[in-house]
């Protein structure tokens, strides 16, 4: 079992940077890695970047390449989603989903095995 706890999230305006964490508890042993999805209202959930836990594998949709980075403190189990030169479209709740396997696609959501609660961010204009 393993638990995620989110936090980070907030109210920014257009150009302004958050950092997002997430921590892992329980049987993080065997992590593969994380990911990190979003959903604005009315829309679905998108995957936004996703990283392997070593570091060896990190990918990032192209919307946020360049303004988004990903970092890890593995002595605390916790990866974190930095987000520089925030746009309005950026707005949506925010989640981190932890997978155990390398899988196919950090795109997918059903290769995830565990998520977090969602953090709201919202970008002003």
């Known amino acids: 079992q393993v638990q995620l706890v989110e936090s980070g999230g907030g109210l920014v305006q257009a150009g302004g940077s958050l950092r997002l964490s997430c921590a892992a508890s329980?049987?993080?042993?065997?992590?593969?890695?994380m990911g990190w999805f979003r959903q604005a209202p009315g829309k679905e959930r998108e995957f936004v970047a996703g990283?392997?836990?070593?570091?060896?594998?990190?990918y990032f949709v192209d919307s946020v390449k360049g303004r988004f980075t990903i970092s890890r403190d593995n002595a605390k189990n916790t990866m974190y989603l930095q987000m520089n030169t925030l746009k309005p479209e950026d707005t949506a709740v925010y989640y981190c989903?932890?997978?155990?396997?390398?899988?196919?696609?950090?795109?997918?959501?059903?290769?995830?095995?565990?998520w977090g609660q969602g953090t709201q961010v919202t970008v002003s204009s």
């Open positions: 989903a932890l997978r155990f396997d390398r899988g196919r696609r950090w795109s997918a959501p059903n290769e995830y095995d565990y």
């Open positions: 990283s392997s836990w070593s570091g060896d594998s990190t």
């Open positions: 329980g049987r993080t042993f065997s992590i593969y890695g």
